[in-house]
């Protein structure tokens, strides 16, 4: 069920297509959660584009992997279930963000730009 309102608040807000009017092209920036199966999340993330940052709240369960198109990204990821996370962000051009979560309530901080 996390998943399903995940992707519909994703379609929604239109993160997998390029802004329409942008001034320059948008790159592609991919998130992936992992970690124990049926660990829940919750995420607020900035995507960076050309007309101004568009701002997110996701939640949902480890397995997730979204591409967001724009200039940058900054997610904080805070685990609100028991097991563990591991995060990753990765940019058009190849750099990585990782970083991972062992108990309820902890919260880290993904950018790349």
Request: proline share 4%; with cysteine; glycine share 14%.
């Amino acid at each position: 069920m996390h998943g399903t309102r995940l992707a519909a608040a994703l379609v929604a807000a239109g993160f997998l297509s390029a802004p329409a009017g942008a001034t320059s092209p948008a790159a592609t920036y991919d998130l992936d959660i992992s970690g124990t199966d049926g660990t829940a999340f919750r995420a607020a993330c900035t995507i960076f584009r050309d007309e101004g940052p568009l701002q997110v709240e996701i939640e949902g369960t480890v397995g997730a992997s979204r591409s967001f198109a724009g200039t940058g990204l900054d997610c904080m990821v805070t685990q609100t279930g028991e097991g563990s996370l591991a995060i990753q962000a990765r940019s058009p051009g190849g750099s990585i963000s990782r970083s991972r979560t062992g108990g309820p309530n902890s919260t880290v901080r993904l950018r790349l730009r």
